[in-house]
């Protein structure tokens, strides 16, 4: 009994502690995504708030605390409050699976206890991927309970892109798992540790650098960012599925866009990158500080997290939006074909060289 | 040629372009924005901000009270009820003087058409008001306005054109004129 207390309370502690990082993120996210973008548009970005704008984003979650809460007349009560749960919700429930430093197992008052990954289940990336899913749909309902034209022209759209690369960000990772020989992400990690050529991105006996291109462009396109942000399109259709939101609500779904980048960046790492793997077996403490590797492990998961934000910033500033039959041109008929015939290949190549 | 092309294509070449770019636009960041309230940009010689009436370093108003920068005016902003001045039959002033600066343009033909340089553009750009009738301003304002941005006045020197300024306004501050 007291064990099982004791489980639940260091749980509550780390999934505390997870949700406090990840939304510390965001709010961090917010400032560092407006001074990047105007960084390189030759801008300054926000200098009001505090020195160099550094409190922004608590400027801006008071404002949005404090707005006033509007329903549209007309709209579907019950379902326009649903929306920004259904979409925040999976988005931050992803990083139940994700593991933040090495596979430790330390042991607490007699309690077996994994500090870097809150629940070690052996088919987490099914499970990002059905969670994901299901935040597809407060995007959708989002848009259908507003009771506006362009909101549910943004919801409409929302549904078509994010099943057409849902689909291929599916098949992208099915490579991966080809090669790792399992779904938990702790596993998929460890098999790639060593150097960095033994990530999946370049690792024999074939390296995942396509599944690795397709399964970035599409995860972009599955958090509705820029060039793909046709469902909340500002030029096009106001705001897209959120136009009649406003206050927290706006501030969930703000919220779950930026949780999905968090999470979206996490897998790429797990996958491909490397997760909490060093580049190179040197780079992380060890000899007489090996007891401190998940130190460095920690932080090299966190460069790598980071380079995939930047990455996101860096999109959004150079390219502009794509035209939907373009979208879903590229979706089907380009990015498809190449993750099938990545799977393929890696499949063969996989059953000739099985990994040691 | 065409395997070159097809190269630059999987590759993402024009995207990867682009990305350099953005990327040196970081890397040698020089803002070109100035923090708007706390710097102001240096404004250049002939910038043509508020309108103003002007006044002769004596203090007598210039404007004779022509209508010309009326007539000139192309979307209608000025105002001008001319008026003899007591006791002297020849000459002219503005006894009300409007401007509706809520349609102003900012183009200057006014300033151009008035024949006694009455009136005058300032530097002054700030007249964001909560009211738009604050914008509508008198005789009196626009005489502030010119004080304010025109430090420096022009000397009054009778007969300096024969054919206009001779109908200047002399109010009873003037020196008396000999006859």
Same mark, same amino acid.
């Given at each position: 009994?007291?064990?099982?207390?004791?489980?639940?309370?260091?749980?509550?502690?780390?999934?505390?502690?997870?949700?406090?990082?990840?939304?510390?993120?965001?709010?961090?996210?917010?400032?560092?995504?407006?001074?990047?973008?105007?960084?390189?548009?030759?801008?300054?970005?926000?200098?009001?708030?505090?020195?160099?704008?550094?409190?922004?984003?608590?400027?801006?979650?008071?404002?949005?605390?404090?707005?006033?809460?509007?329903?549209?007349?007309?709209?579907?009560?019950?379902?326009?409050?649903?929306?920004?749960?259904?979409?925040?919700?999976?988005?931050?429930?992803?990083?139940?699976?994700?593991?933040?430093?090495?596979?430790?197992?330390?042991?607490?008052?007699?309690?077996?206890?994994?500090?870097?990954?809150?629940?070690?289940?052996?088919?987490?990336?099914?499970?990002?991927?059905?969670?994901?899913?299901?935040?597809?749909?407060?995007?959708?309902?989002?848009?259908?309970?507003?009771?506006?034209?362009?909101?549910?022209?943004?919801?409409?759209?929302?549904?078509?892109?994010?099943?057409?690369?849902?689909?291929?960000?599916?098949?992208?990772?099915?490579?991966?798992?080809?090669?790792?020989?399992?779904?938990?992400?702790?596993?998929?990690?460890?098999?790639?540790?060593?150097?960095?050529?033994?990530?999946?991105?370049?690792?024999?006996?074939?390296?995942?650098?396509?599944?690795?291109?397709?399964?970035?462009?599409?995860?972009?396109?599955?958090?509705?960012?820029?060039?793909?942000?046709?469902?909340?399109?500002?030029?096009?259709?106001?705001?897209?599925?959120?136009?009649?939101?406003?206050?927290?609500?706006?501030?969930?779904?703000?919220?779950?866009?930026?949780?999905?980048?968090?999470?979206?960046?996490?897998?790429?790492?797990?996958?491909?990158?490397?997760?909490?793997?060093?580049?190179?077996?040197?780079?992380?403490?060890?000899?007489?500080?090996?007891?401190?590797?998940?130190?460095?492990?920690?932080?090299?998961?966190?460069?790598?997290?980071?380079?995939?934000?930047?990455?996101?910033?860096?999109?959004?500033?150079?390219?502009?939006?794509?035209?939907?039959?373009?979208?879903?041109?590229?979706?089907?008929?380009?990015?498809?074909?190449?993750?099938?015939?990545?799977?393929?290949?890696?499949?063969?190549?996989?059953?000739?060289?099985?990994?040691? | 040629?065409?395997?070159?092309?097809?190269?630059?294509?999987?590759?993402?070449?024009?995207?990867?372009?682009?990305?350099?770019?953005?990327?040196m636009h970081l890397l040698h960041y020089k803002p070109i924005t100035l923090?708007?309230?706390?710097?102001?940009?240096?404004? !250049? /010689?002939?910038?043509?901000?508020?309108? *103003?009436?002007?006044? #002769?370093? $004596?203090? %007598?108003?210039?404007?004779?009270?022509?209508?010309?920068?009326?007539?000139?005016?192309?979307?209608?902003?000025?105002?001008?009820?001319?008026?003899?001045? !007591? /006791?002297?039959?020849?000459?002219?002033? *503005?006894?009300?003087? #409007?401007? $509706?600066? %809520?349609?102003?343009?900012?183009?200057?033909?006014?300033?151009?058409?008035?024949?006694?340089?009455?009136?005058?553009?300032?530097?002054?750009?700030?007249?964001?008001?909560?009211?738009?009738?604050?914008?509508?301003?008198?005789?009196?304002?626009?005489?502030?306005?010119?004080?304010?941005?025109?430090?420096?006045?022009?000397?009054?020197?009778?007969?300096q054109h024969p054919n206009v300024a001779f109908f200047n306004v002399a109010?009873?501050?003037?020196?008396?004129?000999?006859?």
């Amino acid at each position: 009994m007291v064990e099982v207390g004791i489980k639940i309370g260091l749980s509550i502690t780390q999934i505390a502690v997870v949700m406090g990082v990840v939304l510390l993120t965001v709010m961090f996210l917010t400032l560092a995504e407006r001074k990047v973008i105007g960084w390189m548009q030759d801008r300054m970005g926000p200098m009001e708030v505090g020195p160099y704008g550094i409190l922004q984003p608590i400027a801006d979650g008071l404002k949005l605390f404090f707005k006033e809460d509007i329903v549209p007349a007309g709209a579907n009560k019950f379902l326009f409050s649903l929306a920004p749960i259904l979409a925040l919700v999976p988005a931050l429930i992803g990083f139940a699976v994700i593991p933040f430093g090495p596979n430790l197992t330390v042991e607490i008052f007699g309690v077996q206890f994994q500090p870097f990954v809150i629940s070690d289940i052996n088919i987490g990336i099914l499970y990002i991927l059905a969670f994901t899913s299901i935040g597809a749909y407060g995007v959708i309902l989002g848009g259908w309970a507003s009771n506006s034209k362009y909101s549910l022209l943004g919801g409409l759209r929302a549904a078509a892109q994010v099943i057409s690369y849902e689909l291929n960000v599916g098949l992208a990772i099915v490579g991966v798992i080809l090669l790792a020989g399992s779904l938990s992400l702790v596993k998929i990690t460890e098999a790639q540790s060593g150097w960095f050529w033994n990530w999946f991105i370049f690792a024999p006996p074939f390296p995942q650098l396509f599944a690795f291109v397709v399964y970035v462009i599409s995860s972009v396109a599955e958090t509705n960012r820029m060039p793909f942000d046709l469902p909340e399109a500002e030029s096009e259709l106001v705001a897209g599925f959120f136009t009649e939101y406003s206050g927290m609500r706006f501030a969930f779904f703000f919220l779950a866009e930026y949780a999905n980048m968090i999470l979206v960046s996490c897998i790429a790492a797990t996958l491909f990158l490397g997760g909490w793997n060093a580049p190179a077996p040197f780079l992380q403490f060890h000899g007489s500080w090996a007891n401190l590797a998940w130190a460095s492990g920690v932080f090299w998961f966190t460069v790598k997290v980071y380079f995939f934000l930047f990455l996101f910033f860096w999109l959004r500033a150079t390219l502009p939006r794509l035209r939907y039959d373009q979208l879903m041109r590229f979706g089907w008929k380009v990015m498809l074909p190449i993750a099938l015939g990545n799977i393929l290949i890696t499949a063969i190549a996989a059953y000739l060289f099985p990994r040691g | 040629m065409k395997f070159k092309a097809w190269l630059k294509t999987i590759i993402f070449y024009e995207i990867l372009i682009g990305m350099k770019a953005t990327l040196m636009h970081l890397l040698h960041y020089k803002p070109i924005t100035l923090q708007y309230p706390h710097e102001k940009r240096i404004l !250049p /010689d002939s910038y043509r901000g508020m309108l *103003a009436l002007l006044r #002769y370093d $004596d203090g %007598t108003e210039k404007c004779v009270g022509c209508d010309l920068c009326e007539a000139a005016c192309p979307s209608r902003v000025i105002k001008v009820i001319s008026a003899e001045v !007591p /006791d002297e039959p020849t000459k002219r002033f *503005a006894k009300e003087y #409007y401007m $509706d600066m %809520t349609r102003c343009l900012f183009c200057g033909l006014c300033v151009q058409a008035c024949p006694v340089d009455a009136l005058g553009m300032t530097r002054e750009y700030e007249w964001a008001v909560y009211d738009k009738r604050q914008l509508l301003l008198n005789k009196g304002q626009l005489l502030a306005i010119g004080d304010r941005s025109y430090p420096v006045r022009e000397k009054r020197l009778e007969l300096q054109h024969p054919n206009v300024a001779f109908f200047n306004v002399a109010f009873k501050h003037l020196p008396p004129k000999e006859s």
